[in-house]
Every structure is written in structure tokens, then in C-alpha cells.
T-cell receptor, first 114, second 111 residues
């Protein structure tokens, strides 16, 4: 079975600063990897996903993530954070084939200071 | 397209009462899911349905039942609500093996 860890419960950055949110997974092969964002009082929205191919993935809202097989990581980055990026971010991992049941991390809350 | 819709948006129950949370999707997805979200716990899977006519337990199924009424609809039932079921409930759907699309959630309080 797969698992995913988001080591940081909260991250605080200043507006305009760069951002990196960490995600580590456990799975025997290359999994499907996702990042979702949840604004307060809303459901989750997909930012980006990785299935195979180019390990640097571009998403919506200026986010990108890099798959690093050697580190079992899929960290989310943004070069310049906007106040509207304040939200909860979830990393998820899915196992290709069979019954497809994605596993979610516990989330990282992003706080943006003006 | 409405995407994934959930009703109701808010609900307050007394211990022992029953209720059904409704979920519908108009994207022709095979897979549908019910999650609960609690502070610091992330999303925990309650039940899922890989296709019409099939349902399976997730991580936290106790106290819940589900029905995949047709391809569009997947309902979650609490037969006898308990305070521990106070949570935000999310329904999601998706093509098998791909991203999930989430509804806006139902905020349930059990007194």
C-alpha cells in the first residue's frame, strides 16, 4: 500500500517570497502524484499531477512540482507567492492499476504575510 | 456542467438521529468517493465506488453506509449519528486512475 507524508503542518512566507512545500511518498514503483489546494470553506482543486515523463510538472496558478525518484519526493514550488495563495495544500499518491484509491497527506497550511 | 454537487451544505443532528448525504456528478465518471476531513487528519476515505453497482470500505467505514444509486449518484448514510461523526464530508468523483473532482462539502455537527 502507498503512503504520503507532508512534514510541514504550517508554512509562513512573506508575499513575493518563494515557496516550497514538501511531499514524500512510499510506494514500490512510480506512483501517480497529485497536488491539490483547498481554500477556506471550499472543496479541493487540482493544481497539478504527475504520471510519467518529464519530472518537472507545470500546474495552474503558477505552481510547479518536481518528481525525484531517488528521494521519493514530489515537492511543490512557486517562485513568488501572492496573498491569495493562502490555503491548505494536499499531496496525494495513487497506485497505477487495480482498485484505484488515492492516499492523501495530512496537508500543509500556507500563511502569507503582507 | 455543475461538476460534483453535494446536499445539504450544513446540517445539525442530535445523537441517534439518521440522515443521508447526497452526492451527484455530471462528468460521467466511473469512480466516486466519500471522505471526511477533520483538523490535522487530512482526508480520510470512508467508502468508495469503483463503478456503478460496486462499493467498498475505505479507512473509516464504521457508522456509515453508502449506495451507488446509478452512475451519477453516490449517497452516504449515517444510521445513528454520534458526536464523533462531527466533521466536514466531501464527495469526489474521477476517471479511474486519474485526478479527483471534489464537491463543496457538507458541514455536519452532531450534538
Amino acid at each position: 500500500a502507498q503512503s504520503v507524508t507532508q512534514p510541514d503542518i504550517h508554512i509562513t512566507v512573506s508575499e513575493g517570497a518563494s515557496l516550497e512545500l514538501r511531499c514524500n511518498y512510499s510506494y514500490g514503483a512510480t506512483p501517480y502524484l497529485f497536488w491539490y489546494v483547498q481554500s477556506p470553506g471550499q472543496g479541493l482543486q487540482l493544481l497539478l499531477k504527475y504520471f510519467s515523463g518529464d519530472t518537472l510538472v507545470q500546474g495552474i496558478k503558477g505552481f510547479e512540482a518536481e518528481f525525484k525518484r531517488s528521494q521519493s519526493s514530489f515537492n511543490l514550488r512557486k517562485p513568488s507567492v501572492h496573498w491569495s495563495d493562502a490555503a491548505e495544500y494536499f499531496c496525494a499518491v495513487g497506485a497505477p492499476g487495480g482498485s484505484y484509491i488515492p492516499t492523501f497527506g495530512r496537508g500543509t497550511s500556507l500563511i502569507v504575510h503582507p | 456542467n455543475a461538476g460534483v454537487t453535494q446536499t445539504p451544505k450544513f446540517q445539525v443532528l442530535k445523537t441517534g438521529q439518521s440522515m443521508t448525504l447526497q452526492c451527484a456528478q455530471d462528468m460521467n465518471h466511473n469512480s466516486m468517493y466519500w471522505y471526511r476531513q477533520d483538523p490535522g487528519m487530512g482526508l480520510r476515505l470512508i467508502y468508495y465506488s469503483a463503478s456503478e453497482g460496486t462499493t467498498d470500505k475505505g479507512e473509516v467505514p464504521n457508522g456509515y453506509n453508502v449506495s451507488r444509486l446509478n452512475k451519477r449518484e453516490f449517497s452516504l448514510r449515517l444510521e445513528s449519528a454520534a458526536p464523533s461523526q462531527t466533521s466536514v464530508y466531501f464527495c469526489a468523483s474521477g476517471p479511474t486512475g486519474d485526478e479527483q473532482f471534489f464537491g463543496p462539502g457538507t458541514r455536519l455537527t452532531v450534538l
